[in-house]
């Protein structure tokens, strides 16, 4: 028997780039490691990191822009997260002040992104999971339709799998990455099947386009990319999901009958509901294995202290 | 789970910052503590009166030291710890995993391939302890945390090095009957392949959920593990001739712990894919609700009385049951910690066993039961409660005799117990939670007369009072007959006074209600009056009750001795229906109803139907088998199963009442009316003389029995037993 090494390593404070970080500070924050894995290829909207705050009492997921990003837009949405609702909302409690470089940060909980559970487990998930994982998301874009907002960031990289259900990240990554009226293909940290042509060609997002990147999404957890043949999905996903990815927004089925559609079908056996992927036998076990892998090496993980006056993170709660 | 820290737990202990309380016992505290660096670590102390004992000192150091051999593989990692200081401390990592002996009573018995992964592992670490001259000498369930990736063994209270005189001296004291090899058991030198007996005893309890030589007192056991062969009941085949050389008496002939390793398992894949469900989300659950603690530090209790459990109170109040089940379950709070067990029996002094037979078990080969312990007799109560009530929650029995007390029901193991002398608490079951219903000691006066009514979630874990709890004012809690009817899907229904206590159950002066209360919502959702009763009635307002769909279906005896059944609404407690029975007589029915969501099945009698939606008879045996007379029934999978009197078990159609088959062979003449059979996928069981006898549901022909002294039968669905009450024990048999 062999422990998890490669994306979890990474993950959780092994990597190359955990060398790097652990020597930089960002706001009132030490890095700790990066969350996400180079080496799934799957394009992320933001840096993440697992960092610290200098009294050593704060751990926190830490987003920074890519270099070149738009600051400006990146802070302004997640300023607008802060006040995302729903099962699995990711809400920003913290960020930075103005003039200081971008970032903003959530409280830690042990997380992979949905590229790296895959790597871990060794290829697509297993459909009650996929399942579980799309009314999990779809009812919490459900929420987020209903306070009139859209999410415009759904991405394989946006889920971020934990041991009590997913959390969705990088909201507003396609409205960040370049203003309505611009097109955005091709920019960096889009992953290019998960973002709705609508919205590609420079659309203002609404709340049809989550629709079609959620789709895109569960294709990838099932199959592992955004843009499956047909037959690669289940059988059972293939209808629901091919509707989903329809260019013509009106053509694509609404959240709750979706949310009928993934949860409802018994021949899953699942019964798949919100209460999350807690529930025995939803998660596969290298998941959990690499959460509980990546829980223990934060713990473990010791920022250095006194190099820099301690400045508290500006809460804006 | 961590608890908050109280006001006298210490600032800081070294370079650490207490955060939580792991947990607490004789020997001292176990802390969630951090680093100014933010690093997390669990935080061992001894308390500085323990440690101005040298000898405790030197324990603490060599236990230190022996973490440290073991490393951070197959241990938990050593981070620092200082022997010297006046409180000395040991901060190891926190371990992301349960106790195996909870992942048991979680799980239930272990799959094969999850005994054998973990068995390689526990061999590769008691090979690393020995190719340094360390003998574990304490290896049992407790001590081996299972993580995600591998087993860790912790607690070296008396891990020695090999031949060390004055070591041996130290540690000499303790042990666990249960997990030692029989050289250990006589007194004699425990080496290497005493730790391998060991392993082969925890493996034998992984795969089947009970340890090699049963349950018992010390004496019994230590007899056991050295002269008698292991219970191997329900190992694998496949393991059997991998564990029989293990658990040899003789340890020169017993293998070492590469052979053992090399038939457990090929080494193919992760540790994670060998775990079952279960244990996987509980590891899932460990590693993300460390992130969730908040540093919190309890106030100073305001008032001295409140916090001396030594001026025993006459009544169970709310109090009294808090001080109970703290005291009687610290050791508990420390293992769902799962970093350190100080409060087990490992280091330090043991819990003071419960006065009196009640703490003892039986030896297990005398009795066939799965385990058996010794529960107060039930009498004193006989006329008012519903004698010798017995509960399935969850993983757990809860009976309600003179004591109220929770046991696991796959090992028999008692969680918590409390007296009921002198009480009148009461407790309800839907099987996933229990709930208690008592006197408040609020502050507040009730405004019914007495103290407030007390209704509360009880933590099955350690039988404390938990949150949802309510105190109601606008009923007196003191009363004796205030009722707990039935809980279900969340809600209490309730039958409680207000007016005077006077010490039988009703008075004139008193008027009584049911009501139902929603735990959850926290709301009062209807009150309806109950009818006065006879002033020194001796039973209480209820004979059962359970919640059907929408009817709160309920057996009541009236004033001039006749039962009733009674169905209610459940949305606004309006009586839908009031039928008599005639012929039942009201001291056989106060036991669990039968009921579908269709009809009420009533026996003690004849054997009869009656429809859920308006009372009418379904169909009743005075006119179908006239002049024959049952016993309670029990439905199983639409059959319809009760006793009848001469002849034995009898299988009923529920809709027709049509007899689909009767038991053969005559035999089933002696059967025993008053306890109801407990039907399982084969066999029905029921009492005849002092045996329990399984009759096949397919041959209807009794089939093989147990010894019994019980009274009172239930089907603990999840551990697959028949749970056993009556003559003063509580046992468990196999329910097939």
Redesign the interface.
């Given at each position: 028997m062999s422990v998890t090494e490669g994306a979890t390593g990474v993950a959780a404070g092994g990597g190359p780039d955990a060398a790097t970080a652990s020597r930089r500070r960002v706001g009132p924050y030490t890095l700790i490691t990066a969350l996400d894995d180079a080496r799934t290829k799957v394009p992320v909207p933001e840096r993440r990191y697992i960092a610290r705050s200098a009294d050593g009492q704060h751990t926190v997921l830490l987003s920074l822009p890519h270099p070149g990003g738009d600051p400006h837009r990146f802070l302004t949405e997640a300023e607008g997260s802060r006040y995302l609702l729903g099962p699995c909302a990711s809400p920003v409690t913290a960020l930075a002040a103005p003039g200081e470089p971008a970032w903003c940060a959530r409280p830690y909980l042990p997380a992979l992104p949905l590229p790296t559970a895959l790597a871990v487990h060794g290829g697509p998930l297993p459909e009650r999971t996929v399942r579980a994982l799309g009314v999990a998301l779809a009812e919490t874009l459900a929420v987020l339709h209903g306070q009139g907002l859209t999410f415009a960031g759904v991405s394989p990289a946006a889920v971020l799998l934990t041991a009590d259900g997913p959390r969705l990240s990088c909201f507003g990554a396609v409205r960040a990455a370049a203003p309505d009226g611009t097109p955005r293909s091709g920019l960096p940290g889009l992953e290019a099947g998960s973002l709705p042509p609508e919205q590609a060609s420079g659309g203002r997002p609404r709340p049809l386009g989550d629709v079609y990147a959620l789709g895109a999404t569960l294709a990838y957890a099932a199959t592992g990319h955004t843009t499956p043949e047909r037959d690669e999905l289940p059988a059972a996903l293939r209808t629901v999901v091919a509707r989903c990815l329809t260019r013509d927004p009106g053509a694509r089925p609404q959240l709750a009958e979706l949310i009928d559609t993934l949860a409802g079908d018994a021949a899953a056996g699942s019964a798949a509901d919100s209460a999350g992927l807690l529930v025995p036998g939803r998660l596969p076990g290298r998941v959990i294995a690499a959460l509980a892998h990546q829980s223990a090496a934060v713990l473990t993980a010791e920022t250095s202290v006194g190099t820099a006056p301690a400045r508290p993170p500006r809460s804006r709660n | 789970m961590p608890s908050p820290l109280t006001h006298d737990d210490p600032q800081e202990i070294g370079p650490y910052r207490p955060v939580a309380r792991l947990g607490s016992g004789g020997m001292g505290t176990v802390y969630l503590a951090?680093?100014?660096?933010?690093?997390?670590?669990a935080l061992k102390t001894m308390h500085a009166r323990i440690a101005s004992d040298p000898a405790c000192r030197t324990r603490f150091r060599l236990e230190t030291d022996a973490a440290r051999v073991v490393g951070e593989r197959y241990g938990a990692g050593v981070v620092d710890a200082d022997a010297r200081a006046e409180t000395p401390w040991l901060a190891t990592?926190?371990v992301?995993?349960p106790p195996l002996d909870d992942a048991v009573a979680l799980c239930g018995p272990l799959p094969e391939r999850t005994v054998r992964?973990l068995g390689?592992?526990l061999c590769g670490a008691l090979g690393q302890l020995h190719a340094s001259d360390v003998v574990h000498r304490d290896l049992k369930p407790s001590n081996v945390l299972v993580?995600?990736?591998?087993p860790k063994v912790i607690d070296f209270g008396i891990a020695r090095a090999a031949g060390d005189e004055h070591l041996t001296r130290v540690g000499a004291a303790v042990g666990t009957p249960a997990f030692m090899s029989p050289e250990q058991a006589g007194g004699q030198e425990h080496s290497a392949a005493g730790d391998v007996f060991a392993l082969a005893g925890l493996l034998v309890f992984a795969a089947t959920g009970h340890p090699p030589f049963g349950h018992g007192q010390a004496a019994d056991l230590l007899y056991r593990v050295q002269y008698t062969d292991p219970d191997l009941t329900g190992v694998p085949e496949g393991l059997v001739p991998v564990l029989v050389p293990c658990l040899d008496k003789n340890p020169f002939r017993r293998p070492t712990t590469d052979w053992l390793a090399a038939r457990l398992?090929d080494?193919?894949?992760?540790?994670?894919?060998?775990?079952p469900?279960?244990l996987?989300?509980d590891?899932?659950?460990?590693?993300?609700e460390?992130?969730?603690v908040a540093?919190q530090r309890l106030p100073a209790p305001a008032d001295v009385p409140g916090t001396a459990p030594t001026a025993a109170p006459a009544r169970w109040t709310r109090r009294r049951l808090l001080l109970t089940g703290a005291g009687a379950t610290a050791a508990l709070t420390a293992a769902g910690a799962g970093a350190w067990a100080v409060t087990r029996e490992a280091g330090g002094p043991k819990p003071q066993p419960a006065p009196g037979p009640s703490n003892s078990l039986l030896p297990r080969k005398q009795l066939d039961s799965i385990w058996q312990i010794q529960v107060r007799p039930d009498d004193l109560f006989a006329d008012v409660m519903p004698q010798g009530q017995l509960h399935v929650v969850d993983n757990m029995v809860v009976t309600v005799a003179t004591e109220l007390t929770g046991v696991v029901a796959q090992t028999g193991h008692r969680q918590w117990s409390m007296s009921l002398m002198d009480s009148d608490w009461e407790v309800a079951s839907d099987g996933r939670r229990l709930l208690g219903l008592g006197p408040s000691d609020d502050r507040r006066a009730g405004k019914a007369g007495g103290d407030p009514l007390l209704l509360a979630s009880v933590n099955l874990l350690t039988g404390e009072l938990a949150d949802p709890t309510v105190s109601l004012n606008e009923f007196n809690g003191e009363l004796v007959a205030d009722q707990m009817v039935c809980t279900a899907n969340g809600v209490a229904y309730v039958a409680a006074g207000r007016g005077k206590y006077v010490d039988t159950t009703f008075s004139a002066a008193q008027t009584w209600y049911l009501f139902a209360y929603d735990m959850d919502a926290g709301k009062l959702l209807w009150t309806k009056p109950l009818p006065a009763r006879r002033p020194g009635s001796v039973r209480l307002y209820f004979l059962s009750g359970s919640v059907v769909g929408r009817h709160l279906v309920a057996l009541q005896e009236a004033d001039d001795g006749t039962v009733h059944a009674v169905v209610r609404d459940t949305r606004d407690g309006t009586v839908r229906w009031d039928r008599p029975l005639d012929g039942v007589k009201a001291g056989r029915v106060q036991q669990p109803l039968t009921a579908d969501d269709h009809r009420l099945y009533v026996g003690a009698g004849r054997l009869r139907a009656l429809r859920l939606g308006d009372g009418g008879v379904a169909w009743d045996t005075g006119t179908t088998r006239p002049g024959r007379t049952y016993g309670l029934p029990a439905l199983k999978d639409g059959t319809l199963y009760a006793v009848e009197k001469g002849l034995g078990l009898v299988a009923f159609d529920p809709v027709s009442g049509r007899v689909k088959w009767e038991e053969k062979g005559g035999q089933g003449a002696r059967a025993d009316l008053n306890a109801a059979p407990v039907i399982g996928t084969e066999y029905a069981y029921s009492k005849r003389g002092s045996q329990l006898w399984a009759v096949g549901l397919s041959s209807g022909a009794p089939a093989h029995s147990y010894k019994t002294t019980g009274d009172r039968f239930i089907a603990h669905e999840n551990a697959k037993a028949v749970i056993a009450q009556g003559g003063g024990f509580l046992a468990a048999f196999p329910l097939r």
């Open positions: - | 951090r680093t100014a660096g933010g690093r997390t670590v990592e926190y992301l995993g992964a390689a592992a993580t995600a990736y591998g398992h080494g193919a894949g992760e540790f994670a894919d060998h775990l469900d279960a996987l989300a590891i899932a659950r460990r590693a993300t460390v992130w969730q540093p």
